[in-house]
């Protein structure tokens, strides 16, 4: 078994669920500031973990190879709602999926942590 952690920082209690073709199970409420560790088989294809929040329109979508790759997942919330900080397992630096505001979280929390 492999695991990833996800890292709540978007301000919003999400909700983590694993499925596919729309039919998901909740794995985990996760609070802001929280993280929640995801155990998986790299070995079990065609999952995707869907993470939301009541108040938020969109939830965001991520497939289990995005989750194999990386061992965190750090979820923010922008102008357009949940985005992804992903940290591959091959890497010490965060890389973001779509937007530039996650590189400069991801650094900004990143200075945060230190200074704790």
């Known amino acids: 078994m492999n695991t990833t952690e996800v ?4 301000g919003h209690r999400l909700t983590l669920k694993e499925g596919n073709a729309g039919v998901y199970c909740t794995l985990a ?30 939830p965001l979508i991520v497939p289990s190879d995005e989750v194999s790759e990386c061992e965190v997942i750090t979820i923010i919330c922008n ?12 890497c010490s630096s965060p890389c973001a999926r779509s ?18």
Not at 30 to 47: A, L
Not at 79 to 90: E, N, Q, V, W, Y
Not at 99 to 116: C, M, N, V, Y
Request: glycine share 4%.
């Open 79 to 90: 102008d357009k709602g949940l985005d992804c900080i992903m940290t591959p397992r091959a």
């Open 29 to 58: 409420e996760i609070s802001d500031g929280e993280s929640f560790t995801v155990s998986f088989d790299p070995n079990h294809t065609y999952r995707e973990y869907w993470i939301g929040a009541t108040d938020i329109d969109y």
């Open 99 to 116: 937007s530039p505001l996650a590189l400069f979280l991801a650094k900004f929390f990143e200075l945060f942590r230190k200074t704790k």
């Open 7 to 10: 890292i709540n920082r978007s």
